[in-house]
């Protein structure tokens, strides 16, 4: 064995099998790798791509990007079926299976207790977005000719940056009342940067981007509730994605540095 | 269509979750994710990767200016 080792997640030991034609990152069969009761599931990387020097490089690649991140949910993924599982950040790659039992040893107690407060919990995304921009809506009539005088001028422009303000409130106060609503429902919640649009390549302003911890068994109704408010909001639209591992809530570990 | 509707998963979404989630643990390669700055990403290659793998639900990627389609071979330029 000559490759590193690429670690997705650490989890109790499997009730159940893992797919048997279950593949990593590079396409490398997936293992368990057992410690002290606890497991790391890992797949063997080739040095030449996963060394500092040429993952930094790929890291900047947004194919390679995508690909490596793809593979890595699809493990999580399929680990999410069989037990809940602590998922690493992406790109957590050592030198060999003993690098991965000292750090397993290292972090043991952590470990174990995560592993206990996320038992049983997933992830659920809820993203909000403002779907139309009222100043470019009314700016679309046109602004030449119909402007008689200075002052018309002036209170159409005072009209469309009211408009434009109304809506952001709205949004704003429809999106604090959802967080709020969810909040309530899950046991824990997180707020992510709201994506720019050039990234997502989705329609319409990211104004709400979060994250809820959810009992499983509290899941069905917490996706009924975002399912009934889609409808509350003309102009605004809610997207939820999931169920996620709780890759939003397992924090940092003492001793590592974001 | 209802908001649980299966469909593939956004890539930033993911990336959400596997740059800025996840348990950080500084493994032998001792590279920080963190230092990785999406901004640095060559920006057409991101519009033209989301368009390609990550066909969006909305008609958008007509009006992004220098969007590249799928078709058209990738080059390499900064931003």
Redesign the interface.
Same mark, same amino acid.
């Given at each position: 064995m000559t490759g590193?080792r690429y670690?997705y997640a650490?989890c109790r030991p499997l009730g159940a099998p893992l797919q048997a034609q279950l593949t990593g990152v590079a396409g490398a069969p997936v293992k368990q790798l057992p410690h002290q009761g606890l497991i790391a599931v890992v797949s063997e990387v080739p040095e030449r791509d996963?060394?500092?020097e040429p993952?930094?490089a790929h890291?900047?690649?947004?194919?390679w990007?995508?690909a490596t991140?793809?593979a /890595?949910?699809g493990v999580i993924d399929a680990l999410t079926v069989v037990t809940t599982p602590?998922?690493?950040? *992406?790109?957590?790659?050592?030198?060999d299976d003993s690098?991965v039992r000292c750090?397993m040893q290292a972090?043991e107690e952590h470990f174990r207790s995560?592993l206990q407060r996320l038992e049983g919990r997933v992830?659920w #995304?809820v993203k909000v977005y403002l779907e139309t921009e009222p100043a470019e809506a009314t700016a679309a009539a046109p602004p030449t000719g119909k402007a008689a005088s200075g002052r018309d001028y002036l209170r159409r422009r005072r009209q469309q940056t009211r408009a434009h303000e109304d809506l952001w409130q709205r949004a704003e106060a429809f999106a604090t009342q959802l967080h709020e609503k969810l909040s309530a429902l899950a046991e824990d919640s997180r707020l /992510?940067a709201p994506?720019t649009?050039? *990234?997502? #390549?989705?329609?319409g302003r990211n104004v709400l981007?979060a994250?809820y911890l959810v009992p499983r068994a509290r899941s069905e109704e917490f996706?009924e509730v975002?399912?009934r408010t889609?409808d509350d909001a003309p102009g605004l639209r809610?997207?939820?994605?999931g169920p996620?591992a709780a890759?939003?809530?397992? #924090?940092? *570990?003492p001793g590592?540095?974001? | 269509m209802t908001v649980v509707e299966r469909r593939e998963i956004a890539l930033v979404d993911l990336l959400d979750r596997l740059l800025a989630g996840g348990v950080v643990i500084t493994g032998d390669v001792t590279l920080r994710i963190a230092d990785v700055d999406l901004v640095r990403i060559d920006l057409n290659a991101l519009i033209s990767s989301v368009n390609a793998q990550v066909p969006s639900p909305f008609d958008i990627p007509a009006s992004i200016p220098g969007a590249i389609t799928p078709s058209t071979p990738r080059t390499e330029e900064s931003p």
């Open positions: 590193l670690v650490v996963f060394a500092e993952l930094r890291l900047e690649d947004l194919d990007l995508a991140a793809r /890595h949910q602590l998922p690493l950040r *992406l790109a957590t790659v050592f030198r690098a750090m972090k995560t992830e #995304g /992510h994506q649009a050039v *990234l997502s #390549g989705a329609a981007n994250a996706v975002v399912d889609k809610v997207e939820l994605t996620w890759y939003s809530f397992v #924090g940092e *570990l590592e540095e974001a | -």
